[in-house]
């Protein structure tokens, strides 16, 4: 069973910086693409950012590029998500996932919430 724990959220002003981080509890974390959504109240679950298994591959949704990093450290079976420059309208839950496929994302952290003040 894969478990997935989020954590570095917290209540911040705008323009101010946080950096969350995912660990996972999998012995083969390198197999995993890794991916953070967020959802803001009212509003549905969105997708963030994405990073391959290796690191290489790394896409983001308009709205956070230029902003936020996606980062992974495989040997930690940790994954980052640095967030610069923050804005009012990056205030939600930020869960973090994991997939094996190509598909949909089988594994989904509790969430860490993320509240920037203006």
């Known amino acids: 069973q894969v478990q997935l724990v989020e954590s570095g959220g917290g209540l911040v002003q705008a323009g101010y910086s946080l950096r969350l981080s995912c660990e996972a509890s999998?012995?083969?974390?390198?197999?995993?693409?890794m991916a953070w959504f967020r959802q803001a109240p009212g509003k549905e679950r969105e997708f963030v950012a994405r990073?391959?298994?290796?690191?290489?591959?790394?896409t983001y949704a308009d709205s956070v590029k230029g902003r936020f990093t996606i980062s992974r450290d495989n040997a930690k079976k940790t994954a980052f998500l640095q967030m610069n420059n923050l804005k009012p309208e990056d205030t939600a839950v930020y869960y973090c996932?994991?997939?094996?496929?190509?598909?949909?994302?089988?594994?989904w952290g509790q969430g860490t919430q993320v509240t920037v003040s203006s």
């Open positions: 996932a994991a997939r094996v496929g190509v598909i949909s994302y089988e594994y």
């Open positions: 990073i391959s298994t290796s690191g290489e591959t790394r």
């Open positions: 999998v012995p083969t974390f390198g197999r995993y693409t």
